[in-house]
């Protein structure tokens, strides 16, 4: 089992649209929970940190549930700007920092 | 203002020329960490520095090594590139291990 797994997708989605992502992580130890986005062939830029009683940042809602040991990102409104990777990402402790392998979204018109 | 800066955008070398990478960051951060990540994959973490302190995952090639001279610059070394170091190669930092990190624009590399 990866350490911390995401559905690759395509998610296709309208714009307009409310979009969901899970990210399950494997170590019940781990500390803190990042998404990120990712464009194609750009850097990794960080969308949101992940606090346990949720936080939303505009049309973003991060949740995190230790007790399924998973996070996630809802996304209302999607714009066709939000075409893009959402890695999910778990630090767990000394300096590892585990990065799923993302989630494609694909906003369309 | 970029804030993490990485040397060259894109690299293109021959099979088995040496090729350093460099990196620098304006934020004072106590970590610098080098990633190299490939077509549809995780960031797969190389080496991180706290401060002066290195550490070299344990399946980073011997071929790859890393230079920290000072708390602002970091440089990634491949020795003796093969076809299967093409890759996107990212720097980052944090002012923690436990805090996010801040990723440069990366160096595309490229093996002839």
């Known amino acids: 089992r990866k350490e911390v797994e995401q559905d690759p997708g395509p998610f296709n989605v309208p714009e307009g649209a409310t979009v969901a992502f899970n990210c399950t992580y494997s170590?019940?130890?781990?500390?803190?929970f990042f998404w990120y986005r990712q464009d194609c062939r750009k850097e990794p830029k960080l969308l949101m940190s992940?606090?346990?009683s949720g936080n939303e940042d505009g049309r973003f809602t991060a949740q995190l549930n230790r007790a399924s040991q998973y996070i996630s990102l809802l996304i209302r409104d999607s714009k066709l700007s939000d075409s893009a990777t959402y890695l999910c990402?778990?630090?767990?402790?000394?300096?590892?920092?585990?990065f799923g392998a993302g989630t494609r979204l694909f906003v369309k018109a | 203002d970029a804030m993490v800066i990485q040397n060259p955008r894109y690299q293109v070398t021959q099979f088995g020329k040496p090729v350093t990478l460099s990196c620098s960051q304006t934020?004072?951060?106590?970590?610098m960490y080098w990633y190299q990540q490939k077509s549809s994959q995780a960031p797969k973490l190389l080496f991180h520095?706290?401060?002066?302190?290195?550490?070299n995952e344990a399946d980073t090639p011997d071929n790859f090594q890393s230079r920290r001279p000072n708390t602002s610059f970091c440089f990634l070394d491949i020795r003796s590139p093969g076809l299967g170091d093409a890759a996107m190669y990212l720097c980052?930092?944090?002012?923690?291990?436990?805090?996010?990190?801040?990723f440069g624009d990366g160096t595309r590399l490229s093996i002839l």
């Open positions: 934020l004072n951060h106590n970590v």
């Open positions: 980052a930092t944090s002012r923690e291990p436990n805090q996010p990190q801040h």
């Open positions: 170590n019940s130890a781990s500390q803190s």
């Open positions: 992940v606090y346990s």
């Open positions: 990402v778990v630090y767990t402790g000394g300096f590892k920092t585990i």
């Open positions: 520095y706290y401060d002066k302190d290195f550490n």
